[in-house]
């Protein structure tokens, strides 16, 4: 059998894919399996300032509780526009998968607008906090919330950065392998943060709110 | 030309292997990823498993203590939810070693988290007792000047 493939592999030269047939445990595509790696590391990162809020998110200070500050219906509609830009990448990559430029760049575009609406009303949540002078000096429930969620917010702005440099790279050069591949990476990047929100709502804004 | 062969040649060689695999098929280097069906079924369960939470809290449906149980269980299977129907994860993908990253991470984040609660309980319930006590008299103090 690894006879057979390697003999093909050589016929066929340059060609990398019939490489990978050799053995059977190699990987298809080890850039996708690194970038596996990255969001695990991240996901540590991500662990880490959890486990910060977990232990000071109740360290009010004589500042405000979460029940107080936190607004659970812009939460709710903030989660929305998360959870559809997770849908509007799924279309994306199908349209990928059939190598349509056009319906891949419209459906990275209203990804991109509803990352970014998702933004704007964090940032606006976080404008409001610091207004009423529950900035993330106040305590220390406030420096943990600020560090995990603006993290999350931070992540969620380069995702868009890449976004729009990928809908740049499809309408030059198509989808290609390399650009079908650096889809498959954003796409796990972009849900990867769906997947932390998921923690956030829960944790942060849902259980903070109750007693 | 032969690429075809070699493809027919591979599935004959492992077919239990690709048989496992199901849909999958490998177009050039563009492996699949996730279908329509896929997608919709992983948006609709994830929309179910987020309204609900929010909904028990917003209208306080059952005791605080016993909400905080139902959400994280909530949480934690919308993350499954997305890992398998978004992420299409599965024994299979990337020869294995993505689940082996994942429950390497698993196991970290367990330790991270646990560690982390576990310590900060018992250095309140073990220390603060007097502290508490110490500031609690400031306070008390304080408030009556």
């Known amino acids: ?211 | 030309m032969s690429a075809p062969h070699q493809h027919g040649h591979h599935g004959h060689a492992h077919g239990g292997h690709d048989a496992a695999h199901g849909h999958v098929d490998h177009d050039d280097h563009m492996e699949a990823h996730g279908s329509l069906k896929e997608y919709a079924i992983g948006f609709v369960l994830s929309v179910i498993l987020t309204a609900i939470p929010f909904w028990m809290v917003m209208t306080h449906q059952l005791a605080p203590e016993m909400t905080k149980f139902v959400i994280l269980g909530f949480a934690a299977v919308q993350v499954i939810v997305h890992m398998v129907y978004f992420l299409h994860m599965n024994a299979k993908s990337e020869g294995g070693w993505n689940m082996m990253a994942l429950l390497l991470t698993a196991v970290l984040l367990f330790i991270i988290l646990s560690g982390s609660i576990w310590v900060m309980y018992h250095m309140n319930a073990n220390m603060m007792p007097n502290m508490l006590n110490d500031s609690g008299a400031v306070h008390g103090m304080h408030d009556m000047q």
């Open chain 1, 1 to 211: 059998m690894s006879d057979t493939n390697v003999i093909s592999a050589g016929a066929h030269g340059a060609d990398a894919s019939s490489r990978y047939y050799v053995t059977e445990h190699h990987p298809e595509q080890g850039t996708l399996l690194g970038f596996w790696l990255y969001l695990m590391s991240d996901c540590l990162i991500f662990a880490c300032l959890f486990a910060t809020y977990a232990v000071l998110g109740r360290n009010y200070a004589g500042g405000p509780s979460g029940a107080e500050i936190f607004d659970l219906p812009l939460v709710a509609v903030n989660t929305a526009f998360l959870l559809l830009s997770s849908i509007t990448y799924g279309f994306a990559m199908l349209a990928a998968q059939r190598k349509a430029v056009g319906s891949v760049q419209l459906w990275l575009a209203i990804t991109g607008v509803l990352g970014a609406c998702f933004l704007g009303l964090e940032l606006y949540e976080f404008q409001h906090l610091i207004h009423e002078g529950f900035g993330p000096w106040r305590s220390g429930f406030l420096t943990a919330f600020f560090s995990l969620v603006g993290t999350h917010g931070l992540h969620v702005t380069f995702g868009i950065v890449w976004l729009v440099t990928l809908m740049v790279q499809v309408g030059k050069h198509g989808v290609n392998a390399a650009n079908y591949r650096r889809l498959s990476c954003l796409s796990m990047f972009w849900h990867f943060l769906d997947v932390i929100w998921i923690g956030v709502f829960t944790y942060v804004y849902l259980m903070g709110t109750l007693p």
